[in-house]
């Protein structure tokens, strides 16, 4: 049983550490290189990918192929793209926009799939051993975001100069601001490809089969809007979603920004956004482990209640702080993210391993990780890059207001958002709970 779980951690682990390579910092590469206006294309992306690829892919692991397997496959695609991706790097100063793109968009096409997956090989590995889901997988899980953290402080800290390998603190050298950091995604994307060779075997789930073509293809997750509760379930998920990659996206370039700023030019914070972001995470591997004891005593719409608000709260502290005097503020934006995605995210799909039919689970986490990843945030990330595009332009390979107070404005939309979701979803979701269920 330790064995299990100690495996599942370890691909967990890597599963992130791929993603936290160049997520949080992939924007300040890009505006270094002629590429700022398409970041939240770079973005989208992802959002537009998932609104396809995890439902696909939930099906293939549902019905053909164990999805241990397709999971490593699908890595195996992506880490080759975006090594692709470095190499184009390497060979010029400015990468073709196009072609940079769209090997770009191969890789994530197969990564993002990869997310509901690892969930699906949790969830039918710990349940084929006799464990609950709810109580064993967020421990496990955590380690996913350990992942994510020990990349992002890698690429913070790690730099290439003249062929020379080394490390320091907020070097404009370290791979936060150059291709190095798909290097590192891609070649982590490899050898998990490998270690998922080695995972326990997860049969093919037979359910109610009627030989229809809807059942065939997995279709019938999308049955579930039938029900009311899934119906507002899914679709306020979508408008949480769109929060996902605002901050993923921006809030590197957002920070970075106070450089131009004479009175924080040398400010730790501004010369480390990479690191200070981080923060974000180390809070969300240690909320997780809050939510077995939040959904037991709450339940479903309580816990993403409160992630609608800490979405609120983490927008609002990046608008008020700054790296100088302001720095606690960021501080606590970073904080309130680990409950803004935890109580959203994995509590979001730990709902559905509990309440969807066991023969469609894969299809029912793709149909998750479509209306959040993918159509959520597909909008969200062009909204938000046309509302700071409208406010902000690139300048130096900094992203500065038009005017005074403009950066703050946009967080204060995207503030305001969240909070209108969240009173919306409290009095639209119904759900009978009693705590300890």
Request: charged share 10%; hydrophobic share 50%.
């Amino acid at each position: 049983m330790k064995n299990i779980k100690f495996r599942l951690i370890l691909m967990n682990f890597f599963q992130f550490a791929v993603w936290g390579a160049y997520l949080t910092c992939m924007g300040n590469y890009l505006g270094r290189v002629g590429m700022g206006d398409l970041i939240p294309w770079f973005y989208a992306i992802q959002g537009i990918v998932s609104v396809f690829m995890p439902a696909l892919m939930g099906i293939v692991a549902d019905k053909f192929v164990q999805p241990q397997r397709l999971l490593g496959f699908c890595h195996l695609v992506a880490g080759l793209f975006m090594g692709l991706c470095w190499f184009m790097g390497m060979q010029s100063a400015q990468p073709n926009p196009t072609l940079f793109i769209t090997l770009y968009t191969v890789s994530v096409a197969f990564y993002m799939p990869t997310i509901a997956l690892s969930n699906t090989v949790a969830f039918r590995i710990l349940t084929d051993a006799g464990m609950d889901t709810v109580k064993d997988f967020p421990p496990i899980r955590v380690f996913g975001t350990v992942g994510f953290i020990a990349t992002m402080w890698f690429v913070n800290c790690a730099y290439m100069a003249d062929g020379r390998f080394g490390f320091m603190l907020g070097g404009e050298n370290t791979f936060q601001y150059s291709h190095w950091q798909f290097f590192v995604s891609g070649l982590l994307g490899i050898f998990l490809f490998v270690y998922s060779l080695t995972l326990p075997k997860c049969c093919l789930v037979k359910g109610k089969e009627s030989g229809s073509m809807v059942d065939v293809l997995g279709l019938r997750a999308f049955s579930l809007f039938k029900e009311r509760q899934f119906a507002v379930f899914f679709i306020f998920s979508m408008l949480l979603g769109m929060c996902l990659q605002v901050t993923n996206g921006y809030a590197g370039p957002y920070i970075s920004h106070f450089q131009s700023v004479p009175e924080f030019v040398d400010a730790f914070g501004a010369r480390n956004p990479t690191l200070l972001t981080s923060l974000s995470q180390i809070s969300e591997a240690l909320c997780i482990l809050l939510i077995p004891f939040f959904l037991r005593k709450f339940g479903i719409k309580i816990v993403m209640f409160i992630s609608m608000m800490a979405w609120m709260l983490r927008f609002g502290g990046l608008g008020l702080g700054n790296p100088g005097n302001g720095l606690w503020l960021f501080i606590i934006s970073m904080i309130v993210y680990g409950v803004a995605f935890d109580f959203f995210n994995v509590s979001g799909a730990l709902f559905i391993d509990k309440s969807a039919d066991k023969s469609i689970q894969g299809s029912a986490q793709g149909l998750f990780m479509l209306m959040t990843n993918g159509l959520g945030a597909t909008i969200g990330t062009l909204s938000a890059g046309w509302v700071i595009n409208h406010f902000c332009h690139w300048e130096n390979g900094f992203l500065i207001g038009n005017t005074a107070g403009a950066w703050q404005t946009t967080w204060f939309i995207f503030s305001g958002f969240a909070l209108l979701v969240g009173v919306l979803f409290l009095i639209l979701f119904k759900q009978e709970h009693k705590p300890g269920k």
